[in-house]
């Protein structure tokens, strides 16, 4: 066995002169839950679909469970689970009838079908629901089956594409709680999302921009290593006018909306707090409080996004 799950070589996709996944190259560990964050756009499904063994790529290199994409991309495809980001399961088809699809793609045989049925059924939350109608369901049920159909045939390593894009929060957490244990059972879960508050679910984290990768490592090492400056926490009324307000100071560095407060970064903690005060105070925004806080990786993400941003486009490294 290799000693990595995933090992990714300067992997690059052009779709014509665009390009949609610019050198990336990472590790991934075995039996850790990975995350690839980006928005739309970014090329996190293109890199998956290269990884799958489905889309050839223009340069680089890949290996998945130690098998070469380029080389040998059936065995990729047999050696791995993938939930594709429109899950697709068949709608008239029964719940059971979609299991026993997938099981039959993998090569399965009726017996180990039937096997994996009940199981697939009680993960899914399922258990009484196989003749039900797939179009019946809702997106949260439809992607934890979504899920058990692509780990029918036990890989050690899976790839979701947006698993949780659409449903409510109680599904998405419910349907962390299943990449969890996964994860827990030894298997190597690649998941991509642009919710970036899942990103703390995450063991690793890289987060791709423009189809180039601009920060990775832990959430832990995210939040320490990529932000030096204090982020403060503003409660204030008004809050889009002291935005505004706060944005053409000198002095705050970065700033940006957490649904009814304000996170500016600033150089100092104290001078920052005194000069928002007053800034405030004198346009007539009452402040409630200012806070030094943790950054969120959302803070980090707009941070490394915003930098960049400021960039100049030709000739830049990498993060
Ligand atoms: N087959 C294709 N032909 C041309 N452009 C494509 C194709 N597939 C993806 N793209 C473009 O590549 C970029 C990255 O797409 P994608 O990997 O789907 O991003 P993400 O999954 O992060 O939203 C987008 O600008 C998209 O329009
Ligand atoms: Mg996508």
């Given at each position: 066995m290799p000693e990595h799950a995933i090992e990714v070589k300067s992997l690059v996709k052009r779709f014509g002169d665009f390009t949609a996944v610019d050198g990336v190259s990472f590790e991934v560990e075995r039996g850790r839950i990975f995350g690839f964050l980006g928005a739309n756009g970014a090329g996190k499904s293109t890199t998956i679909r290269m990884l799958c063994g489905l889309l050839d790529p223009t340069s680089g290199t890949a290996t998945v469970g130690g098998y070469d994409i380029r080389r040998e991309p059936e065995r990729v495809k047999r050696a791995i689970g993938y939930m594709s980001q429109r899950f697709s399961l068949y709608e008239d088809l029964s719940v059971a009838e979609n299991i026993r699809f997938f099981g039959g793609a993998y090569g399965l045989t009726r017996k180990a079908v039937d096997a994996r049925l009940a199981w697939v059924l009680e993960m899914a939350g399922l258990e009484g629901r196989g003749r039900s109608l797939t179009r019946t369901l809702s997106v949260g049920w439809k992607q934890r089956l979504a899920l058990g159909c692509a780990i029918l045939h036990e890989p050690r390593i899976v790839f979701l594409d947006e698993p949780t894009g659409g449903v409510d929060p109680a599904s998405r957490r419910r349907f962390w709680e299943l990449i969890n244990s996964l994860s827990e059972g030894g298997i190597t879960v690649f998941?991509?999302?642009?919710?970036?508050?899942?990103?703390?679910?995450?063991?690793?984290?890289?987060?791709?921009?423009?189809?180039?990768?601009?920060?990775?490592?832990?959430?832990?090492?995210?939040?320490?290593?990529?932000?030096?400056?204090?982020?403060?926490?503003?409660?204030?009324?008004?809050?889009?006018?002291?935005?505004?307000?706060?944005?053409?100071?000198?002095?705050?560095?970065?700033?940006?909306?957490?649904?009814?407060?304000?996170?500016?970064?600033?150089?100092?903690?104290?001078?920052?707090?005194?000069?928002?005060?007053?800034?405030?105070?004198?346009?007539?925004?009452?402040?409630?409080?200012?806070?030094?806080?943790?950054?969120?990786?959302?803070?980090?993400?707009?941070?490394?996004?915003?930098?960049?941003?400021?960039?100049?486009?030709a000739g830049e490294g990498g993060p």
């Open positions: 998941v991509t999302t642009h919710y970036m508050d899942e990103a703390e679910y995450c063991n690793d984290i890289r987060l791709i921009h423009a189809g180039r990768i601009v920060a990775g490592g832990s959430p832990q090492e995210l939040k320490t290593r990529y932000i030096k400056n204090p982020i403060l926490e503003v409660s204030c009324d008004r809050t889009v006018e002291a935005m505004e307000i706060l944005q053409a100071e000198p002095w705050v560095l970065e700033t940006s909306i957490f649904g009814l407060t304000l996170h500016i970064s600033v150089a100092g903690e104290e001078e920052g707090t005194r000069l928002v005060r007053a800034r405030l105070a004198q346009a007539g925004i009452a402040v409630d409080r200012v806070d030094r806080i943790m950054p969120s990786l959302e803070d980090v993400f707009i941070h490394k996004i915003e930098e960049q941003a400021a960039r100049p486009a």
